[in-house]
């Protein structure tokens, strides 16, 4: 942009928008969204209240929250499978340390999304530092931190099945506040986290590395970019993002657990993928994650409810949504589909280009 | 390279040493263990775990990746358990689940290696997909009126105190060996998956190849599926969940390089041996079953960081050893031209 200083800076900033690299994807998720809404509505009419979606985004808060943090670390060419044992290991320590320690709960909460950091350093460390495959060090991560979970149930005095529960109002609190008594405190955190997401990853020169390191590694180390920090920045970044959604989860269920994180983490990568991420590195967006992660909720939410899907059958749509796109795009992006759609029609191709 | 050499070298036998030492700390911390029906019992009880992995090490020798292996075993599972239960002749019933198997296989090899698509991602939405299907089949209720006569099976022993399935697996697991090592076609995997480009250049068909890998990777699991259903006898809609993980952590634990074209599916069948038996020994040294998941994790993390920091200083070293020698090159061959 800073070749043609004569433009006005509106249309600098419209053209910025319209040309970033990850718009037309995110257009065509908001057109996904948009059918969801009208499909799900004209089917049943429950389905168009704010209320009901925010409630049902309660329970998939670990897609929204982790999915935008997980996009960094895929744009470097990893991919994080722990994170939903993080989760659970920040909820049961937030229990333990505030029932068995007596630690006051902000500070039990401060602490577990300290630990959550450790761990995700940990594993940063390996991968960036030690060259394992991430795939493998977070598989071996997501065994230790729950299993960590459960040890750290055990120092506990109630039995782990239970839950620890009976926390402080003011904790409990945190997430009944509603602003202006529709929006539940859980979305705006999850619009902050958006933000700081959007910020880091396209306007700082910490989201230029980020990029950098997953496009070329070794280009990136040549011009000075110290590409294993940044790579193991960003495990740091997907676990604090789980411990939040532990902090968050412990105080909307009351309870502590260790298996909280259930097991979201193939929702997550969907919703990355969904996203305009390249699991190869690379390409990303948290604009568009986001985005992915909030249609796959209103799939989640709407199928059962207007078209009486059993809860359990969701995993074929979702498994469908992800095979059908990733099949898709691979279709559009074979240069031989590319010659072909630029033969036909001249004018895609400058479009295009 | 003498056989005893080869031997010494392989990856697998450092994973087997690995599986000796668990056995011999755990023998010395309670020698009630160093019997032969215990150690037997951890063989036993890692068959459905040695298949899966084995068929998973294929996926992973190509450079791919397979996780939807527990969904696709379960889903087998599932269909063969409610066939039998209804009365079905056992044979078509196999049949059938095999021929599942042989289909998710082909939709994978299509997405994989037709479609280009990422290998993980793709498995991940079939993953999706078989576990759904799944619950269509099996629904809340869970499959348990299976014969007693298909349940007895699971119980015969053919060596020892060894399971009929777990020797079989191991006779399985051999014959695949030796086809991988000894035929032209078996090698292509590990050629495909150490170099795609080096191998279509030298007229290997890497498509295909990458197919066929995920075709046996899904019988592989399909037969885990049938041998599940037996020796368990209940099939519910969660059977087989997380098995994806195990499956690639007994490869991983086995000397299976996750980028390709290294190592066997013997060392695949240990790191199933090891994956099972974790819990069953941590029983015997006093732990309580809490402690599965943090030991699996730590192993793990263990064994790849070290495999990692050694393969890095051995590749150094050869690049040194690589510099030393051309500049002695450079060096002579100066002085032959003065």
Sequence with gaps: ?353 | MSVEKKILKARETTSFLFLVALFLIVGIINPSFLTPSNISACFNTSVVYTLIAVGMAFAIFVGEIDVSVGSNMGLVAAVVGTMIQNGSNWLVAFLVGILIGVIVGLVNGWGVAVMKVPSLIFTLGTNGILRGLMYLQVGVEQVNQLPKAFKDIASMTLIGSFTIYYCCAVVLTIIIHYLLTNTRRGRYFIAVGDNVGGAELVGIPATRTKVLAYVICGVLSAVAGIIFCSRIGIVTSLSGNGYEMKAVAACVLGGISLSGGVGSVIGAGIGAVIMASISYLLVFMGFSSNYDNAITGVILITIVVVDALMQRRAAVRNRHARLAARTLAAVSEKEGEQ
Aim: charged fraction near 10%; hydrophobic fraction near 50%.
């Design chain 1, 1 to 353: 942009m800073s070749q043609n200083p004569a433009k006005p800076k509106n249309e600098v900033s419209l053209r910025r928008w319209t040309k970033g690299p990850n718009f037309r994807w995110n257009l065509f998720l908001v057109a996904l969204l948009a059918a969801e809404c009208i499909v799900f509505g004209i089917a049943n009419p429950k389905f168009l209240s704010l209320t009901r979606i925010f409630t049902s985004a309660n329970s998939d808060l670990p897609i929204w929250y982790i999915s935008i943090f997980v996009t960094f670390v895929m744009i470097t060419g990893g991919i994080d499978i722990q994170s939903c044992a993080i989760v659970g290991l920040t909820s049961i320590i937030i229990g333990v340390a505030w029932q068995d320690f007596g630690l006051n709960i902000w500070i039990a909460a401060l602490l577990a999304i300290l630990v959550a950091a450790a761990c995700g350093a940990l594993s940063g460390f390996f991968v960036a530092y030690c060259g394992v495959q991430a795939m493998v060090v977070t598989l071996g991560g997501s065994f230790l931190y729950s299993g960590l979970g459960l040890l750290v149930s055990t120092l506990s005095s109630t039995e782990a099945y239970k839950g620890i529960s009976g926390f402080p109002d003011s904790f409990k609190a945190l997430t009944k506040i509603k602003l202006f008594g529709v929006v539940p405190l859980q979305i705006l955190i999850f619009l902050v986290m958006l933000g700081i997401a959007y910020l880091l990853l396209h306007r700082t020169k910490y989201g230029r590395k980020v990029f950098l390191v997953g496009v070329n590694p070794s280009a990136a180390e040549y011009s000075g970019v110290n590409s294993r920090r940044v790579v193991m920045s960003t495990y740091i970044l997907s676990a604090l993002a789980a411990s939040i959604t532990g902090v968050v989860m412990t105080s909307q269920l009351g309870t502590a657990k260790a298996d909280l994180g259930g097991n979201f983490t193939m929702t997550i990568i969907t919703a990355c993928v969904l996203g305009g991420t390249l699991s190869t590195g690379g390409k990303g967006s948290a604009i568009g994650t986001a985005l992915a992660a909030v249609s796959i909720t209103l799939l989640r939410f709407g199928m059962p409810l207007c078209f009486n899907v059993n809860k359990q059958y969701l995993d074929i749509p979702i498994g469908m949504l992800l095979v059908v796109v990733v099949v898709g795009r691979a279709i559009a992006s074979n240069p031989m589909v590319v010659a072909k759609v630029a033969k036909r029609f001249p004018a895609a191709k400058k479009a295009a280009g």
